[in-house]
């Protein structure tokens, strides 16, 4: 019987997510491929949690894409002209960065094409989130068809499978999945406006949905605070 | 009566058929923005023309967009270890650069929804192409129904629209119809693998494309060669 190897590329942010997803898809059994975005976010220092979570993993390979999404603006991640709220807003927030799940993704697509792996994992979670459109289910399925006739893969009979494990957990679900796994998310950094060594806000949405994901865990928070 | 802007979003390779796409938005009455990508790209003076054509039409703004594809590889458009072949292939060539449409769109998306623009126009063609899985009408299809959903306007019911009006022409009945709203092709960029001049080297996929496509035309090819 012939084997061939799984490979899955992962979108790595930093974050206590996409760590969780990056154990869960080792977990599987795929030789992991981390894409970080380098993509002119206030959250810069994100980048150095994710190159730690990339080396504590062991991952095959980590790519940082460079990517100056601030020259387009349109949110308050990339233009620092707009301030990060600091209480959940309704409707879609001034977080929200223009298509950007839509942009990493077919990023991912293009490595993962290069590299022959056979999925994308992405943690988006349409729980407890933040109300963007772009992490929704149905927006996953829409961008998993499209990416079926994007790709040479795909026109060949070997289509990219897009994975959006966290899906339908809580991110207390999340943190007790993850902490199962030995994630350790002390590395980790969730939080839209940390202060230059990354201690978080505690007061922006992002802050928020972690420190209550940890409470109704029940277990310790091991984010760092300013 | 209120009247809203026309405003769409142009991608803007520098080449024949996007200097075409340009002058028929302007045509259609939107007011231009043209987007261009610099990817790693060998034809990297293809930038230099599409500078010269966003400029001739008078556009409202060029953005040009970093991005280093060429960290990812695969194609031997990023990738200088893989020649441009000298003949037509049979099957994807090695010049397809994996997700280089759905990259570009996906941006192109993003800075539509920041601008508000209605329309995006992409100038893919599936009559005298490449073989590109994403040049073709079901993959621009599938792209629509996805960024739908993708984006805060498509939630809130104002989505954007993909145009692709050369889908369908010839090269030769572009280039008639790019002469009838007086583009000037002596200024844009097809070869895939010009002189550092963007003197065209008339072997590639894209040089012999073009060049049929002026002789079937009946219209003097101002291309400049090696």
Same mark, same amino acid.
């Given at each position: 019987m012939s084997q061939t190897e799984k490979k899955a590329v992962i979108l790595l942010s930093g974050g206590l997510d996409s760590a969780t997803l990056l154990a869960l898809a080792h977990r599987d059994g795929y030789t992991c491929y981390a894409m970080s975005f380098d #993509?002119?976010?206030?959250?810069?220092c994100e980048l150095d949690a994710a190159a730690k979570v990339a080396k504590l993993n062991s991952v095959k390979a980590h790519k940082t894409i460079r990517l100056n999404l601030d020259s387009i603006g349109g949110s308050a991640l990339t233009d620092t002209n707009i301030d990060v709220p600091v209480e959940l807003s309704e409707g879609i927030p001034v977080t929200y960065v223009p298509a950007r799940n839509t942009v990493f993704l077919s990023i991912a697509l293009g490595w993962a094409e290069v590299v022959d792996a056979q999925r994308i994992y992405i943690g988006v *979670? !349409? &729980?407890? #989130?933040?109300? #963007? =459109?772009?992490?929704?289910p149905e927006y996953i399925s829409a961008f998993q068809q499209m990416a079926n006739l994007a790709t040479k893969g795909g026109v060949e009979g070997k289509p990219i499978t897009i994975e959006a494990p966290l899906q339908q957990l809580s991110k207390a679900e999340i943190v007790l999945l993850g902490t199962g796994l030995e994630v350790d998310y002390s590395v980790t950094v969730s939080c #839209? *406006? =940390? !202060? =230059?060594?990354?201690? !978080?806000?505690? &007061?922006?949405d992002a802050c928020r949905l972690r420190e209550q994901g940890f409470t109704n865990a029940g277990i310790a928070d091991p984010t760092r605070y300013q």
């Open positions: #993509y002119g976010q206030r959250h810069r *979670n !349409a &729980v407890d #989130y933040s109300g #963007y =459109p772009d992490c929704r #839209y *406006n =940390p !202060a =230059p060594g990354g201690e !978080a806000c505690r &007061v922006c």
